[in-house]
C-alpha cells in the first residue's frame, strides 16, 4: 500500500519521513524539494523554482511524482513524503481546474493520508522553503480541503516529538490494515 504523508509547509513531514526510514521503511522523498535541489545543482540550467515559475515547476513535480509512482513497489507498504496528489492539487488550485487531482486519486494510495497541521514552533524558512508561516498555512489549508474533495480519510498528525509521531502513523495503519 501506498501511503501519503502530506500537509503543511515546515509541519515536520520530512523529518517523520526520514524517522520511518531509520526504521526500514521504504520512502519516496518530497519531489518538490529534489527539484529544487536539481535546479540548483544546475546552476539554474534545469527545471524551475516554484517562487520563479510555479507552473512549470508543478508540471515537473507531476512528471517526478508519476515516474515515482513507476517503480514504487506494490508489494508492500511505502510512504510518500507529499508526492503526485500534492501536485496535482497545486495544479488545480493555480489552473481553476479540478479535475487533474481526481484524475490521479485511482492510483493504489492508501485511503488514509497523514496530514501535517500548520505548526508554528517548528517552522522554519531556508533557501528552499523561503515563504512565511501565513503561505504555509494557506497551501495546507488547500491540500486538507483537495484531499477531503477526493475522499481520502485525513488522520492529522498531532503535534508530538517525530517518534511518538511515527508511532502513531504506525499503530494507524496496523488498525486499518492487520496482517
Known amino acids: ?48 523554482l516554484p517562487w520563479v515559475d510555479l507552473p512549470k515547476f508543478l508540471q515537473a513535480a507531476m512528471v517526478m511524482a508519476q515516474a515515482d509512482l513507476a517503480t514504487a513497489p506494490t508489494d508492500r507498504r511505502v510512504f510518500f513524503d507529499r508526492g503526485l496528489i500534492d501536485a496535482a492539487c497545486g495544479w488545480d488550485a493555480l489552473t481553476g481546474d479540478v479535475t487533474v487531482a481526481g484524475s490521479v486519486r485511482a492510483h493504489r494510495f492508501h485511503r488514509q493520508v497523514f496530514l501535517a497541521p500548520p505548526w508554528r514552533e517548528i517552522y522554519a524558512t531556508d ?52 496482517d
Not at 151 to 178: H, N, Y
Open 1 to 48: 500500500m501506498w501511503v501519503i504523508v502530506s500537509g503543511c509547509s515546515g509541519g515536520g513531514k520530512s523529518t517523520l519521513i526520514e524517522a520511518l526510514a531509520a526504521r526500514g521503511e521504504p520512502v519516496v522523498r518530497e519531489p518538490g524539494r529534489r527539484l529544487i535541489a536539481a535546479h540548483r545543482a544546475s546552476e539554474g540550467r534545469e527545471g524551475a
Open 127 to 178: 533557501p528552499d522553503r523561503p515563504h512565511d508561516f501565513a503561505a504555509a498555512v494557506a497551501e495546507y489549508d488547500r491540500l486538507h480541503a483537495c484531499y477531503a474533495r477526493l475522499g481520502f480519510e485525513l488522520v492529522l498528525l498531532p503535534k508530538l516529538p517525530v517518534a511518538d509521531r511515527v508511532a502513531l502513523v504506525l499503530a494507524t495503519l496496523a488498525r486499518s490494515c492487520p
